[in-house]
């Protein structure tokens, strides 16, 4: 059984653990190539794009790919329609591992943003210094604003277009609760902009933008297509594989 993970993230990279040096099954995990030293999953691995969904459609069927997981980031929603497509071209099984979204708790100052342009647009009403966590991608939508000041946190260094007075953190995840608050008093930050990637790894500065009376502007993840199944962890999705595969008569992979 060959099972391919569009993977990127860490539950990907778990489940990945999780399946590797099972019995009877090929493991392929791809990433898409954003980040310039990614933390490898074991198994095999491919990088970069497939050329869309016709393109992961032809390549599901020319590695015979019985399963399809998209476990990519909850922002990524371009490659997971993609993948929902290539998967009824292929006629192969798709699951959709999505960890839970962040949900306020009492003391939370959350403003609701369905983009990073409608983001933009009702940020200079909350704050002027702008802890900025959305990632290098996207900050175009941020450009104009001229009167704010951003620290930026990434994992690479962002490109232009991107704010004009701005700074650049280059840090990766997990990050600790008494670092996030140190991080905000030392930049005087007055408003939080985040997606809402839901996990433990970056949800301190949450909790520090609570204890400090913050803003947070959280904005919405994409919705997974109609029709595929979702599961919150790599444990369930690898009970689900489990569940298929002794459905179709192969080993059980848990």
């Known amino acids: 059984m060959h099972v391919l993970i569009l993977g990127g993230t860490t539950e990907a990279r778990r489940l990945a653990e999780l399946l590797h040096e099972t019995p009877g099954l090929t493991l392929t995990s791809s990433l898409a190539g954003r980040v310039a030293s990614p933390r490898l999953p074991p198994g095999e691995v ?20 019985d399963v399809l997981i998209d476990a990519t980031h909850p922002f990524a929603g371009t490659i997971s329609f993609h993948a929902a497509r290539a998967a009824a071209t292929a006629h192969v099984p798709l699951l959709a591992l999505r960890r839970p979204g962040w949900v306020p708790v009492a003391g939370d100052d959350w403003h609701d943003a369905g983009s990073l342009e409608e983001a933009a647009r009702l940020l200079p009403a909350l704050g002027r210094r702008v802890f900025l966590t959305t990632g290098r991608m996207g900050l175009a939508a941020f450009a104009g604003l001229d009167d704010l000041w951003f620290l930026v946190r990434s994992v690479d260094a962002p490109e232009a277009p991107h704010p004009a007075r701005m700074e650049v953190l280059l840090d990766r995840g997990p990050f600790t609760l008494d670092g996030e608050r140190e991080l905000l008093r030392r930049h005087r930050i007055d408003v939080v902009v985040t997606k809402d990637s839901g996990g433990a790894a970056t949800a301190p500065k949450l909790t ?47």
């Open 208 to 254: 520090a933008a609570r204890e400090a009376g913050l803003p947070v502007l959280v904005i919405r993840r994409p919705p997974v297509p109609e029709s595929v199944p979702v599961v919150p962890g790599p444990e369930e999705a690898a009970r689900w594989l489990g569940e298929w595969s002794h459905g179709r008569g192969v080993p059980a992979t848990d």
């Open 46 to 65: 491919r990088i970069g794009g497939f050329g869309g969904a016709e393109g992961l459609a032809a390549w599901l069927r020319e590695h015979r790919v």
